[in-house]
Nanobody
């Protein structure tokens, strides 16, 4: 089992920044690829970013590319999502997810463990 706890969400003005953290416990974190997803009210959950086991490979949704950065610190069992130049359309609940195996994915059905989510609200 892997337990994931997100933090760092909040209310920010458009153009501002937030850094989300996801602390993992349980199964070996460094063996797992990680992902961030988000779900806005009335919408389907969507992929945001993913990172492989070592942190050497990342992938982003087109909507966040160039603004968001995913990273991980295996010594701290933590994955981060740095969000810059935030827009009102980034408003959503953001979820951290862990996937068995070293390679990341944009497909949420491939993830085995999920955090409880953290709310990000961007005001215009």
């Amino acid at each position: 089992q892997v337990q994931l706890v997100e933090s760092g969400g909040g209310l920010v003005q458009a153009g501002g920044s937030l850094r989300l953290s996801c602390a993992a416990s349980g199964r070996t974190f460094s063996d797992s690829a990680m992902g961030w997803f988000r779900q806005a009210p009335g919408k389907e959950r969507e992929f945001v970013a993913t990172i492989n086991w070592s942190g050497g490979r990342t992938r982003y949704a087109d909507s966040v590319k160039g603004r968001f950065t995913i990273s991980r610190d295996n010594a701290k069992n933590t994955v981060y999502l740095q969000m810059n130049s935030l827009k009102p359309e980034d408003t959503a609940v953001y979820y951290c997810a862990a996937k068995r195996g070293p390679y990341g994915s944009s497909d949420d059905s491939e993830y085995d463990y999920w955090g409880q989510g953290t709310q990000v609200t961007v005001s215009s």
